[in-house]
């Protein structure tokens, strides 16, 4: 994986947005990144409202976007949260969803930085509509929802894997963002009918058989992936637990005070990408700390999933 040599943070100009402006200037800050920061304005809305305004629109528009403008080079000239990075600012007009995504593509972002919260395209909750499509938009590149005012680097990152190309790239990622945080590697997993087993008449040991021995074979494949992604031994925590995979990423994230989950967008099988797709909704809805969601880049792309 190339190193992150651009960023990208996308603000409302609100208060809660600002998280993410303030999580982007210390991600630059520790990869030497270039960080560029913009917003969007639909300025052209007001043009429904001509009849009222007449010809005072104009001169409306050019006020507002002026003002967001300066509102936006405060915003990254304060020297209280710019870490020392000088941040490129744009002001982009349009619809915000289409723009974004376009601005990421002409910079070629590595990364794309958002905040959970906000007054105007992102005020939706994260399972709504604008950051789902957000996300589906931008497929090809990580993106980070922060939820959380940053007030030092990553310290622990928890990166549930399955085992996909994906998780190997969340894991790179990761130690990217990161370099000095402690990494918590995590694989949940439920057996294909293990409540059926039961009800059939299986004996309760030969289940706990069953579910141990996939525990071994899969903290096997656990310590291969870290070693293919260039972790040492030493380099992580290990978790191998059996049971639902969204109740224990939240669990583990509040056992460890992790602060970034990193989650994988596709998974290796099609029931993986199903499952991994449920997860992800439930970690983006009830994680506490900053989640960053990557894709498989090998993987086929379908603009219109929801996965």
């Known amino acids: 994986m190339n190193p992150i040599t651009r960023i990208l943070a996308a603000t409302d100009l609100s208060a809660p947005a600002r998280h993410a402006v303030d999580r982007g200037f210390f991600i630059a800050a520790d990869s030497n990144a270039r960080y560029t920061v913009m917003h969007a304005t639909e300025l052209d809305a007001l043009d429904s409202l001509s009849d009222l305004l007449g010809a005072d629109t104009g001169r409306i528009k050019q006020r507002l976007a002026d003002d967001a403008r ?13 870490r020392g990075v000088a941040a490129d600012a744009r002001i982009v007009s349009g619809a915000p969803l289409k723009v974004i995504a376009d601005e990421a593509d002409a910079l070629d972002a590595e990364l794309l930085v958002v905040g959970a919260r906000g007054e105007s395209f992102l005020r939706h909750a994260l399972l709504g509509s604008t ?12 993106v980070l929802i922060v939820k959380q005012a940053p007030h030092e680097s990553y310290r622990c990152l928890l990166i549930p894997v ?16 990161a370099p000095t945080a402690e990494i918590v590697l995590l694989h949940a997993f439920e057996l294909p ?9 299986v ?21 291969q992936l870290a070693a293919s992604a260039g972790l040492a031994s030493g380099d992580y925590a290990p978790l191998v637990r059996h049971g639902d995979p969204a109740q224990l990423i939240a669990a583990v994230e509040q056992e460890q005070a992790c602060d970034l989950v990193i989650v994988g967008k596709h998974g290796r099988f099609t029931a993986d990408e199903l499952l991994l797709g449920s997860v992800i909704k439930h970690v983006l809805a009830e994680s506490q700390c900053d989640v960053l969601v990557i ?7 379908d603009p219109d999933s929801d996965a």
């Open 70 to 82: 300066e509102t936006l080079q405060r915003m990254l000239s304060n020297p209280a949260h710019n």
């Open 131 to 142: 950051a789902s499509r957000l996300l589906r938009k931008s497929l090809r590149r990580p």
């Open 162 to 177: 399955d085992f996909s190309p994906a998780s190997a790239q969340a894991i790179r990622l990761g130690r990217q963002l």
């Open 193 to 201: 009918y293990e409540g059926k087993l039961r009800f059939a008449g």
């Open 203 to 223: 004996e309760d040991g030969v289940i706990h058989g069953y579910i141990e021995t996939a525990r071994r074979e899969r903290r096997r494949q656990l310590h």
């Open 295 to 301: 894709s498989d880049v090998r993987a086929p792309q």
